[in-house]
């Protein structure tokens, strides 16, 4: 669906490379995910395709068609949630999504009402922008990248700024686009998000990705691959997932009192962004 090769690109005016040939595939009814620190290049990247940054140098092709062929049909096929909202503050959260809404075939729109309410926003729609907290922009931006119901979705940094109730309804809305085939790229900074929502994704770190993979095959395969046992009676104990079900001392230990938990020592994809790039994630 969406094909990257080599893709390098410097702002111009600027000497700074700031993505190094990149190098990547988002398949339809994937969610597919950029994670790295601030300045990684992830904003730059989604400002490429879609068309606000050209002059870069590598292919793109979209459907199998180059980026650069595509006219003003790709803004009806794309949707964007910006990393900043950039609303009318003068109007209304109603008045804002009519505006862009014109630029787009009618059929495709959705119940404006309907998603307002979805996203806690009923009770706003007819207040100037200006008058929205930061999170209710974030909400309205979200809106704005889907009211036209588009096949393809950039969201840069999705849930920045958000509540966890708020958080969590954007994912799932996300989930649940994945889930009518849409092709997704999210970019975020935080680990949480890309585990929760990312069916592949990549470390980008100075301009550069240095792995592409599941989040749970990463977990996985730099985790400590042992199991850790609570029991009620605060004792604990530790064994290894290999074999398991043939460990005397395993069931011996499990025998002595009522389990609490049982958890698989897996890595976060935080500890294994830090080994592969040498980067924190945050500050
Ligand atoms: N308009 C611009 N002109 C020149 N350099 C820029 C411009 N915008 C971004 N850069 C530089 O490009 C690099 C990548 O920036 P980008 O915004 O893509 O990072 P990011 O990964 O999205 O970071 P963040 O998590 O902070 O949003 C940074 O070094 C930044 O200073
Ligand atoms: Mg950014």
Known sequence: MIKVENLSYTYPKSKEIVLKNLNFEIERGEIFGFLGPSGAGKSTTQKVLYKILNDFAGEIWIENKPLKDWGNEYFEKIGVGFELPNHYLKLTAKENLKLFASFYPEKNLQNFDALFEMFGLAGDADKRVEEFSKGMKMRLNFIRAIMHNPDILFFDEPTAGLDPVNAQKIKRYIIKLKNEGKTIFVTTHDMTTADELCDRVSFIAGGEIRLTEKPSTL????????????????????????????????AEFIAQGEILRINTQEATLEEVFIKITGTKLME
């Open 219 to 250: 977990k996985n395969e730099h985790g400590k691959h042992t199991v850790k046992v609570e029991l009620e009676n605060g004792q604990t104990a530790e064994f290894p997932v290999k074999d398991l079900g043939n460990n005397r001392k395993f």
